[in-house]
C-alpha cells in the first residue's frame, strides 16, 4: 500500500482526491473560482463533508458557472437554503454569488488563473515538508493572496482557507515527501510566467 499524506485517512473518496487532484497545478480560472468557493463552504467542516456533497454542489450551483451565479439574488439563495444536498450556510451561499462577480472582473481585467499564478511565478512551491505536522495552516504568502482576493471583493477567503486553497490547486506542492505523490506532484512545475 503506497504511503500518502497522513490527513488522506482511509476513505476511498479521500484516497481518490488525493491521488488524483489534490496539489496538481489548476490553472483553469473556473476551476480555480469553483475549489476557493468548496474551500470557503469547508470553513469550519471536515473536507470529506464537501467531497461528498460536491456533485450537489455542482447541480446546485449551475455548474459554478460565474456568469450565470453572478446574475442571482434572493430568490436563489432562497432556493439554495432549501437545497438539503449542500451546505445551506446564508452566508456563504451569498458569498458565492458576490465571489461570482467579483472573479468575472478579475477575469475580464487579466485572468483569474493568471492573477493567482502570479503569486509564484507561475510555478508551484516546493516546501518539502517531512512530516504533517510541518505543514503549516497559513503563510505570510496565503494571507497576502487573502489580503487581495479580499480588496478584489471576495468573501470568505481567509488565510487559512486561502493556504488550503493553494495546496489543492498545487499552487503550493503540500504533500509530504514520503507521500507517494509527492515526486509526481513536484515534476509538473510548469513552465513559469
Known amino acids: 500500500m503506497p504511503e500518502r499524506c497522513a490527513w488522506a485517512g482511509p ?5 481518490a482526491y488525493h491521488d488524483t487532484e489534490w496539489g496538481v497545478p489548476e490553472h483553469d480560472g473556473r476551476a480555480l473560482w469553483e475549489k476557493l468557493v468548496l474551500d470557503g ?6 473536507w470529506i463533508t464537501i467531497l461528498r456533497k460536491r456533485d ?9 458557472d460565474p456568469g450565470i451565479i453572478a446574475d442571482w439574488s434572493e430568490p436563489d439563495v432562497q ?19 458576490t465571489n461570482a462577480r467579483a472573479y468575472l472582473e478579475i477575469e ?6 493568471r492573477f493567482l499564478w502570479r503569486y509564484v511565478d507561475g510555478r508551484p512551491l516546493q516546501p518539502r515538508h517531512a512530516t504533517q505536522a510541518d505543514v503549516p495552516p497559513e503563510t505570510p504568502l496565503s494571507k497576502q ?14 488565510p487559512t482557507i486561502t493556504y488550503a486553497f493553494m495546496e489543492a490547486c498545487g499552487l503550493v506542492n503540500d ?3 514520503t507521500c507517494h505523490c509527492h515526486d509526481h506532484v513536484s515534476a509538473m512545475r510548469g513552465p513559469g510566467l
Open 108 to 113: 475580464a481585467r487579466e485572468g483569474f488563473s
Open 145 to 158: 493572496v487573502s489580503k487581495d482576493l479580499k480588496k478584489a471583493g471576495f468573501r470568505f477567503c481567509g
Open 175 to 177: 504533500h509530504v515527501t
Open 41 to 46: 463552504f469547508q470553513a469550519g467542516l471536515s
Open 11 to 15: 476513505d476511498p473518496i479521500y484516497i
Open 56 to 64: 450537489n454542489f455542482r447541480r446546485a450551483f449551475a455548474g459554478f
Open 79 to 97: 432556493r439554495l437554503l432549501a437545497d438539503p444536498g449542500i451546505i445551506r450556510h446564508r452566508g456563504k451561499i451569498e458569498a458565492t454569488i
